[in-house]
């Protein structure tokens, strides 16, 4: 199976083998949220297992 290359840039592996993403809510209508929360959602987060899985397996990680 091929790699999917726009998943293979949207998620990075760690070193023990989890998924990190990037955080929704950060592209456009940002003049109302606050700084906190603008701030928060720079940071990137762990995937869920179930999802994590199928990601795998696409992106050949």
Do not use: D, P, W
């Amino acid at each position: 199976m091929k790699t999917k290359k726009a998943i293979r840039n949207r998620f990075k592996k760690t070193g023990t083998g989890k998924i990190m993403r990037t955080k929704q809510g950060r592209r456009h209508i940002l003049t109302k949220k606050t700084s906190k929360k603008k701030r928060q959602l720079k940071k990137q987060t762990v995937m869920s297992e179930s999802y994590a899985k199928k990601y795998k397996r696409l992106a050949c990680m």
